[in-house]
Structures are given as C-alpha cells and as structure tokens.
C-alpha cells in the first residue's frame, strides 16, 4: 500500500525476476480493470527479466475510493489526481526500478 496523499491510499504491486533485470515495466492497468487481470502480462515480462510495477488506479481495484459506495469507480478530481498519484507512485518506489523504465497501459 501507498499513502499517496492525505487519506489516499494506492494498491501497488512489485514484481521481480528471478535473474538480472533488464529494465522495469510500469504497468497501469485500464480503468475498472485491478492488479489481478494483469497475471500473464507480469508473468510474461517477469520471464523476460523485468522488474514489473503494477498498481491500482485510485477509484479502482482496491485502491482508495473518492465516493462513499466502495463498489463505485469513480474519477473525482479528473485526471489531475491521476497524474498525480502515478507521480507518487514513481516517487515511492523509483530507487527500487532498475533502469530504463517502460510505460505500459491499457486504455
């Protein structure tokens, strides 16, 4: 778990391969869609020898809701929060990326 903000908490993943790492993947799974539909993908890059970041958008999966119904999405805020908690999530766990870094995401 990440406390990105104040009250903001952020399901976060990190996966690592059992060799060397050539690189890490940032991977951001589309909205409604959590950590666990990504599975084969990390394992497949994991095979690869990447180090794989996964999270949980806020408003998804079992990151921090904005709304009082857990059960809702929702994106309270705009994109802005989201770009802020992917900056966060960066920031946290950045030392433990070995580079380069590969953005991956679903839309």
Known sequence: WLHARPGHRLRVAVFAPSGAAHGSVVLSPGRTEPIEK??????ELLARGFVVLVHDWAGQGLSGRFLP????GDLAGGW???????????DAYGEELP????AMGQM
């Open 38 to 43: 990504y599975g084969e993908v990390v394992s």
């Open 69 to 72: 119904d857990p059960l809702c």
């Open 80 to 90: 802005q929060v989201l770009l802020a908690d992917y900056v966060d999530i960066l």
């Open 99 to 102: 580079q380069p870094w590969i």
